[in-house]
């Protein structure tokens, strides 16, 4: 396996959304976190102004090339010609010639229409943690961007912080994160693996009737 910019081939396609062969759980741990960084990112950047399209626009229309009129257009264009009166109907009949003549194209077919079909394959997961000094909780993993606060937790009254969320059918890779900071891994867990960063990542597989444990 070819490894580029410290990820393998199989990493890079992961990256770009394209099937992947055998991919270790820390390597697709650290790409997670990379992606996540550089939605971040991106969220941070000021979009452009309108003023920018227009201008762009603006540069486009000077830039392009003069219109020759066709044939028919020069035919009907108004225009003052010295013409005697017995030339204008045939003028006008050579005018209907050309459009009888012209060759006729039929409209293209439009495309087919495919109702899109609902996601269904998700399940309900939930999500605890015992927590009794913390002021707050949330869940944060491959199937919300990492982001801290995407899935917040809710605190019962004996300390215990729960959520609960809808998850497509596969694994997935998490961490709970106290007070924003601190990021804790599942003690009930199926699997934790590196998350290649020196800590563990809690692994939950979820299948079409529920967890899969192993």
Do not use: C
């Not at 990493?11 to 990379?34: C, F, N, Q, T």
């Not at 830039?63 to 020759?68: D, M, Q, V």
């Not at 993993?141 to 801290?148: A, I």
Request: glycine share 10%; charged share 20%.
């Amino acid at each position: 396996m070819i490894e580029r910019d410290g990820f393998s081939q199989d990493a890079h396609r992961y990256l770009d959304g394209e099937p992947y062969g055998d991919l270790g759980g820390a390597e697709a741990s650290a790409a997670d976190r990379l992606t996540a960084q550089a939605r971040e990112f991106a969220a941070g950047v000021e979009p452009f102004g309108a003023d920018l399209d227009a201008a762009v626009m603006a540069a486009v229309r000077r830039r392009a090339p003069a219109r020759r009129p066709g044939r028919l257009e020069w035919l009907l264009a108004p225009r003052t010609v010295n013409v005697r009166p017995v030339w204008v109907p045939v003028l006008a009949a050579a005018a209907a010639l050309v459009v009888f003549l012209a060759p006729h194209r039929p409209a293209p077919e439009a495309p087919p229409v495919v109702a899109a079909r609902p996601v269904t394959d998700t399940v309900f997961v939930h999500f605890e943690l015992a927590a009794p000094r913390a002021r707050s909780v949330s869940v944060a993993g491959s199937f919300n961007g990492w982001r801290v606060g995407a899935l917040a937790m809710n605190r019962g009254a004996n300390g215990v912080w729960t959520a609960t969320a809808a998850l497509p059918v596969g694994e997935h890779r998490y961490e709970f994160v106290v007070d924003g900071t601190q990021w804790v891994p599942d003690p009930t867990a199926h699997a934790v693996v590196d998350d290649g960063f020196g800590g563990r990542n809690s692994v939950i597989v979820v299948g079409p009737k529920g967890l899969v444990r192993s």
